[in-house]
């Protein structure tokens, strides 16, 4: 307890054994005399593979008591997994916590160690899981099967077991091995490949659920040097306690891992969120001749909102429904496509119910000669809502105004050709007269892969004008990554924004089609990119250059063309290749295994950096079932303008895809967020004899706020720092480990500056009688921030009470 004083026998409180080389340890929560939870049982893994449990509550007798033990710990894990056999693996698969592929690897190869134990939360009742792993990457959350009570009250240490998992996390191969044909649960699921080394979770209850269902977020990290982040919820109705083996195991639930599926009774023909303002609902239409509207609220995969379903007299004999939008002054207008035709339903009527049968009375209007051809698209104006912009196979894109009244022509406001079938279209922004952003540019993509840009302003007499054309964008994305290899390949990977192998592919295997044209934003000052993809998956985001003020005054269409690409994400077998030995930042990336069917972009700066960089968050979609985020910086320094090579690189950039490196000059061996209350703080210690502090929001990767660095003489001849930590009344205590010895320095007078020198006066005590052998692992208490937990390859772990002394 060092709140007082920090001495090794003054301020030590209790000192608990395990037996053996305590390698991890951890804190639990407990219930207390009075009903509530505290952080009052450590765990404590062993060397060989054992887990203690210790009561860790200084203010009490029995603290340092061993109350529970799981002897071989791997070994139980592996029987439990076998146990699970008994558990239908169709079942498993249905769960939304179990992965079925993940279980099978479990099950059939085994667990190959411990990673630690967490605390399952309110989600789980404050249930301990042993969180075990497989070298292919698979982790399984084992229930530790205990009686709190009984622990608390037995004079010696209760045996512990290990029940079935009740959450089993797949592993990257195990994921791929389902191919396309696999189930949608692994496909959409993909985690690590490699050995699993540390694992958080956190629990909280979640709004969206309407059966208030408790989620568990978990993050994982390993060998792979990838970070994987989880969210899942136990199926409720599947109880994998060995006592009691329930089979309600309401398989109709189906959102895994956080995803909502909307279901048709045949295949969805568009599917996106159309209303600016209402950002949970979701419309969709499909081939079952329905237009859908779902609330993402309800996570009800089962039923939508509101329905309307087109007759087929309407639909005629090869008639379908092919995409759907919702404007008008209010909202209120839902706007469907059938074949050449555009139907209009009243959206207040459908939601009230009148959807279900498919009455034709509810439809308002329809228009039949907007176009000769199907139409391929419809959407209304993102700002002008009562505005709706339509696209179609003839090669016209038609803008209707429907302020006033819904009419084939009294509406039509303009009409723009493309001289060949428009497959999709979209807004961008561009200046107008008084200087402010407008969506007044429509980019529109042609099936023979040419880009046309129209003015779609409807209030001026140019609406529908074409004001830009990139013939053959396919070639000319081609021709302009082939541009890029005069840009050092060794360059293009330290950069932010370009990946390495993903460029490589481009330039190597060529572009083989177009995704869309998206507005770059602020952080781009609006530039217009085509984004253009690989078979592999790498993506590529060429700029179109245009000069606005001369494509607006042209009195012919202006020939654009596109330059070198500014951004590049590579594809998952690029990644893949490198293999561990390959470069950080595509070990770091991995994108997608097929070819890329959409692309979304925002942008918006960001606080994390100090030189006020912009960032462009990018969401990628694509035919390996998987959907993509990303963040990423482009390289100010590096000009891809064909007509501007600038190689002024600033190559020191090392914030690959919003990824902090922190760099000591040897190997690290601790790093942690060590305070509660100040969540960009990092802390670390290294072989190089230093420990240093982060402030997570400088982004400078070179550079520590505060570093101590521990003299020769204290290290000994063989001594290293292995482990540190942060805590104290007011957080002013930092305390190190060297060896067996514990190290204590005023954290205050190392944030003035006076670490740099690496002074022995700054240490301002040291415990050398503490442990015997190496340190292993300090942290102070969670809530009680004066208590300092330490561990050993001595197989002890101490509670020391800092409050009064450090002794």
Request: hydrophobic share 30%; with cysteine.
């Amino acid at each position: 307890n060092l709140l007082n004083e920090i001495d090794d026998e003054n301020s030590l409180v209790s000192i608990g054994t395990a037996n053996a080389a305590i390698n991890e340890f951890g804190f639990l929560s407990s219930t207390t005399s009075s009903g509530s939870t505290s952080k009052n049982i450590l765990w404590a893994l062993t060397g060989i593979e054992e887990i203690h449990l210790f009561d860790c509550d200084a203010g009490v007798a029995t603290c340092g008591v061993e109350i529970g033990h799981v002897k071989n710990a791997r070994e139980k894990a592996r029987e439990a997994a076998k146990q699970a056999k008994a558990m239908s693996v169709k079942k498993a698969s249905s769960s939304s916590s179990i992965s079925k592929k993940g279980l099978k690897d479990l099950i059939e190869n085994g667990v190959d160690y411990i990673i630690n134990v967490i605390d399952g939360g309110e989600a789980n009742n404050h249930k301990y899981y042993a969180c075990c792993g497989t070298i292919n990457g698979t982790v399984g959350l084992f229930p530790i099967a205990y009686d709190e009570i009984a622990m608390r009250s037995e004079t010696s240490t209760q045996p512990l077991t290990l029940l079935a998992p009740e959450y089993v996390l797949p592993n990257d191969s195990s994921s791929e091995q389902g191919g396309r044909g696999g189930d949608r649960e692994d496909l959409m699921m993909k985690g690590h490949g490699d050995i699993v080394r540390c694992l958080l979770a956190s629990s909280s209850s979640t709004a969206m659920t309407t059966d208030s269902q408790n989620v568990l977020h978990l993050y994982t990290g390993g060998e792979d040097s990838s970070v994987c982040s989880w969210t899942t919820t136990k199926d409720e109705g599947h109880n994998n306690n060995n006592n009691n083996n329930n089979d309600n195991n309401n398989n109709n639930n189906n959102n895994n891992n956080d995803v909502m599926i909307l279901k048709h009774e045949r295949a969805m023909t568009d599917a996106h969120f159309p209303v600016p303002n209402e950002l949970t609902t979701i419309l969709s239409c499909s081939h079952d001749n329905t237009v859908r509207e779902w609330d993402a609220r309800t996570n009800n995969n089962n039923c939508a909102v509101a329905q309307a379903r087109v007759p087929n007299h309407i639909l005629g004999k090869n008639g379908s429904l092919e995409t759907c939008s919702i404007g008008g002054a209010n909202e209120t207008i839902l706007a469907v496509s059938c074949g050449e035709k555009i139907l209009f339903y009243d959206r207040r009527m459908i939601r009230q119910g009148g959807g279900g049968g498919g009455k034709e009375t509810m439809m308002i209007k329809q228009f039949e000669d907007a176009h000769s051809e199907t139409v391929t698209k419809l959407r209304f104006h993102p700002e002008k809502r009562h505005i709706l912009q339509t696209s179609s196979v003839d090669g016209l894109t038609c803008t209707f105004n429907l302020l006033n009244e819904i009419d084939d022509e009294n509406s039509l406001v303009s009409i723009g050709t493309a001289n060949a079938a428009i497959n999709e279209f979209g807004f961008l922004s561009s200046t107008t007269s008084s200087g402010s952003t407008s969506k007044n540019i429509l980019w529109a993509l042609t099936g023979i892969e040419e880009i046309h840009l129209f003015d779609c302003d409807a209030g001026v007499a140019t609406c529908g004008v074409e004001i830009g054309h990139v013939k053959n964008a396919r070639e000319k994305a081609r021709e302009a990554a082939k541009q890029a290899k005069a840009m050092s390949v060794k360059k293009a990977s330290s950069s932010s924004s370009i990946s390495k192998k993903g460029l490589k592919d481009l330039i190597e295997n060529g572009v083989d089609y177009i995704i869309n044209v998206i507005d770059g934003g602020e952080a781009n000052n609006h530039k217009y990119y085509a984004c253009c993809g690989t078979i592999n998956g790498t993506v590529g985001l060429f700029p179109i250059a245009y000069d606005e003020i001369a494509m607006r005054s042209e009195t012919s269409t202006q020939p654009l063309t596109l330059l070198a690409p500014e951004y590049v994400l590579p594809n998952d077998s690029s990644s893949e290749q490198g293999g561990r030995g390959g470069d950080r930042e595509d070990l770091m990336m991995k994108g997608h295994g097929d070819i890329v069917r959409c692309l979304l972009a925002s942008s918006s700066s960001t606080a994390m950096t100090t030189d006020s960089q912009n960032v462009l968050h990018l969401y990628t979609g694509g035919e390996d079932s998987s959907v993509c985020s990303w963040t990423t910086t482009k390289d100010e320094g590096h000009n891809n303008n064909n007509n501007n090579n600038n190689d002024n690189n600033n190559n020191n950039n090392n914030n690959n895809n919003d990824v902090m490196i922190l760099k000591h000059e040897r190997a690290m061996t601790d790093a942690h967020f060590p305070v509660p209350n100040e969540l960009t703080t990092i802390l670390s210690c290294s072989h190089d004899n230093t420990v240093r502090e982060w402030d997570a929001r400088t982004n400078n990767n070179n550079c520590a706020v505060a570093q101590a660095r521990v003299p020769n003489h204290i290290l000994g001849k063989n001594g290293s720092l292995e482990t540190c930590s942060i805590g104290g009344a007011n957080e002013t205590i930092l305390a190190v480990s060297c060896g067996e010895k514990i190290l204590f320095y005023d954290r205050r007078m190392i944030r003035q500056g006076g670490g740099g020198g690496g002074k022995e006066t700054m240490m301002i005590k040291q415990f050398e009688d503490a442990h015997s052998e190496t340190v292993t692992k300090l942290r102070f208490h969670p809530e009680k921030r004066h208590i300092l937990q330490t561990s050993s390859v001595d197989g002890l772990t101490c509670t020391f009470n800092l409050l009064n002394e450090i002794d």
